[in-house]
């Protein structure tokens, strides 16, 4: 059995829920998550880091990034602050991006909370839909990527039966 | 699976109004007076559609004639399980790094021994 250390459950039909708890007081948690020499530390996956961020760290204020990927793509995203209550919660709007800092929906709203553990943060962190419409749309994107991937087998498994057949003829 | 069911199965899937009625009934199963409310399609035009995604075993349809519910077929769906799988592994990336990155910041703390800010 393995056992993830981060988990995601969907929540009613509107919101998916992240958990994982970290072995750091929630006030240096809290600050990874606000600052911009932190945050171009961690996020992202390895393969994608940042390599631009500005944080405006107030309600209304914005957080933009760049992440880069393995072979140069750039991948935007912004954030706009919703609420900030140091240390517990952190929540904003999420957007894909660009350059100029466009907001492109759809978003989602997520809310960070912080939660003391003795020295230990457990994150929560929670990405909430505007609608059922709207997750079944974000829903129906990861279909047509998954799509994508499954027509590259089918072209394989032609390619496989042509290659087949020819061989049965020769 | 043959090559014809699975071409069957991508034509099924290449509708948006088709892959928008499989997002649906990924919550639930449900009637085809429903699925037509979010479309403003007509009852038979959303028949239609749903004699396709059936044809390609995309759905499976209940034998009471009164109320012959839609379900989605797990297979070959598992396109939903596995967008939320790539949305818990890009956190569970990012969050590897900050759990190296804590320890990291931690660590410096206490080898300066000095209250440190973290700017």
Known sequence: MTNPKTIAEPQGECELLVTREFAAPRELVFRTWTEREHLMNWWGPRTWPL?????????????????????????????????IARPERLAYDDYFSDADGSENPPAMFLAVDFEDRGGRTLLRSKATFASREHREQVLAMGMVEGLSESLD???????AAVAGAAGGAA | MTTDQLSLTFSALADPTRRAILARLAGGEASVKELAAPFKMTLPAVSKHLKVLERAKLISRGRDAQWRP???????????????????????????????????????????????DYR
């Open chain 1, 51 to 83: 390599d631009y961020c500005t944080v405006d760290l107030r309600v209304g204020g914005a957080w933009h990034y760049r992440m880069r990927g393995p072979n140069g793509e750039e991948a935007w995203g912004k954030g706009i602050y919703k609420e």
């Open chain 1, 153 to 159: 087998r089918l072209d394989e498994h032609i390619e």
């Open chain 2, 70 to 116: 839609c379900r989605l077929r797990a297979e070959p769906l598992r396109e939903v399980d596995d967008w939320v799988e790539r949305y818990r592994q890009f956190w569970d990336e990012s969050f590897d790094r900050l759990d190296d990155y804590l320890m990291e910041l931690q660590s410096k703390e206490k080898d300066h021994d000095e209250p440190k």
